[in-house]
């Protein structure tokens, strides 16, 4: 019997409630910054920052996209962003093409003479059972 084995399993233990440990991380931070907002500066900026806060803390704990956190994408995002590029193009070398002008044949012979020039091709046996068994495996 063959049995299939999953792949890709990523879990995250739930440290605190229903929050993984980064979770409580950012919504932790956030309520600590909010609180010493509430002393410092006034009451309208404080409900703005905090709410720009809780926003941002939510969306950094919560939102995947792709299967990816915020905090990962935006992080690669920054890496790409900052890190140097370099571009390399390569000319690829191709044998010249000559091209003969074709003169004009009565039917009959262009049609044997077609029939001369390209012989019965025999393609090779198909590749879809290797291509299946390297998704399968997720071989390159």
């Not at 792949?7 to 605190?16: L, M, P, R, T």
């Not at 931070?29 to 905090?50: E, N, T």
């Not at 059972?129 to 998704?135: A, G, N, P, R, W």
């Amino acid at each position: 019997m063959r049995f299939v084995v999953p792949q890709f399993i990523e879990h995250e233990a739930k440290i605190i409630g229903p929050l993984t440990f980064k979770q409580f991380i950012y919504i932790g931070s956030a309520g600590a910054v909010c609180f010493v907002l509430y002393f410092i500066v006034p009451f309208y900026v404080f409900i703005l920052a905090c709410f720009v806060l809780g926003i941002m803390a939510v969306a950094l704990a919560f939102i995947r996209i792709g299967g990816r956190t915020l905090p990962a994408i935006l992080g690669n995002f920054l890496r790409f962003s900052l890190t140097p590029k370099m571009y390399i193009w390569r000319k690829k070398e191709q044998a010249a093409t000559v091209f003969k002008k074709e003169e004009k044949m009565p039917k009959k012979k262009v049609k044997e003479e077609e029939e001369e020039e390209l012989p019965l091709k025999i393609s090779e046996k198909s590749h879809l059972k290797k291509l299946s068994t390297q998704i399968e495996i997720q071989t390159k």
